[in-house]
C-alpha cells in the first residue's frame, strides 16, 4: 500500500513535465528557448530571475533568456512553472566568447578623473542604471529590427578595453562609425527613459522596449526625442556625433536585458 502511495504522489509531481532539453549560449547573447506544456500561465526562471515568454498555441511556449557578457561558462537550470508546480525542466549550457582587444587614446581629461568629475560620472552612471529596471507597458518578442545607423562597426560587442594602456570595463555595446549627422533611428518601439549629456558617454538616449530590454545610444550629436515619449520602430531619435569620450564620430549601441550585458546583434 505504501509502495502503490509512493507511485501515485511520484506521478502527480511529474503530471505535465516535458522531456529536459538543453539550450546552448555564448556569453552576452539572448537564447531562445521553447517548452511544450498544457496550462494557462507559464514562468520562465534562469540564473534567479523570470524571464519573458509567449504562448504559441498547441501547448507551445517560447521564451528569452538573456547571458550576460560576463556570465560564467557553466550549465544552469532552467525552470518553467505555472506558478505552482514545476511543468518542465531544462538546461543551460553556457560557453565563453571570443573578444577582442580594444585600444584607445584620449585626452588626460577624458582618463583621469578630479574629484568633481568622478562625482558627476557615478551620478549619471547611477540615473543610467535607473533605467535598466524600470517597467515599461509592453511585451513585445525579444527582437530587433536592424541597427540603429548604417555605418562600420569600429568596436565589437565584449571587447576587452584598454584607455590610454589602462584596462577599462569590457565594450558593453557595439560601436558603429559614421559620419557626423547620420541618422538614428530605434530598432524597436518603446518609451524614452533618459535623454542626457553625460561626460564619458556625451548625448545619451535610452529608450524601454518592454519584457525588461533597455537600448542605450551614446556619443550622440543631437537626440530629437523627449523623455517620457514614446517612439514607434525606426523612428529616427538622433544623429550620429562624437561627444563624450569618443576618438571620432560613431554610435554606441549598448541592450541590456534583465539587466544583462547581452550583444545587440544577437537580437536580429
Known amino acids: 500500500m505504501k509502495y502503490l502511495l509512493g507511485i501515485l504522489l511520484l506521478t502527480a509531481c511529474c503530471a505535465g513535465t516535458a522531456n529536459a532539453a538543453t539550450w546552448q549560449a555564448v556569453q552576452g547573447n539572448v537564447v531562445t528557448v521553447e517548452a511544450t506544456v498544457t496550462t494557462e500561465h507559464l514562468r520562465l526562471w534562469c540564473f534567479g530571475k523570470m524571464w519573458p515568454v509567449k504562448k504559441l498555441g498547441n501547448g507551445t511556449w517560447r521564451g528569452w533568456i538573456g547571458v550576460d557578457l560576463k556570465k560564467k561558462p557553466s550549465d544552469y537550470p532552467i525552470e518553467w512553472s505555472n506558478g505552482k508546480q514545476v511543468m518542465a525542466r531544462d538546461s543551460l549550457s ?22 568633481a568629475t568622478l562625482a558627476r560620472i557615478r551620478s549619471e552612471v547611477k540615473a543610467l542604471k535607473a533605467t535598466y529596471v524600470e517597467k515599461v507597458a509592453a511585451a513585445p518578442d525579444v527582437r530587433m529590427f536592424g541597427r540603429p545607423t548604417v555605418g562600420i562597426e569600429s568596436t565589437p560587442f565584449g571587447a576587452q578595453r584598454y584607455v590610454n594602456g589602462e584596462a577599462r570595463s569590457p565594450h558593453s555595446g557595439i560601436d558603429i562609425a559614421a559620419p557626423a549627422g547620420t541618422l538614428i533611428e530605434t530598432p524597436l518601439a518603446g518609451k524614452v527613459l533618459l535623454v542626457a549629456d553625460m561626460y564619458l558617454n556625451g548625448n545619451t538616449v535610452a529608450i524601454g522596449h518592454g519584457n525588461g ?56
Open 94 to 115: 553556457v560557453t565563453e566568447g571570443k573578444f577582442r582587444i580594444s585600444h584607445i587614446q584620449v585626452t588626460k581629461k577624458m582618463a583621469e578623473f578630479d574629484t
Open 213 to 268: 530590454l533597455v537600448s542605450v545610444f551614446s556619443h550622440m550629436q543631437s537626440a530629437s526625442v523627449r523623455k517620457g515619449e514614446w517612439v514607434d520602430t525606426h523612428q529616427v531619435i538622433g544623429k550620429v556625433g562624437s561627444t563624450g569620450r569618443a576618438t571620432g564620430p560613431h554610435l554606441h549601441w549598448g541592450v541590456r536585458f534583465n539587466t544583462a550585458r547581452v550583444n545587440p546583434d544577437s537580437l536580429l
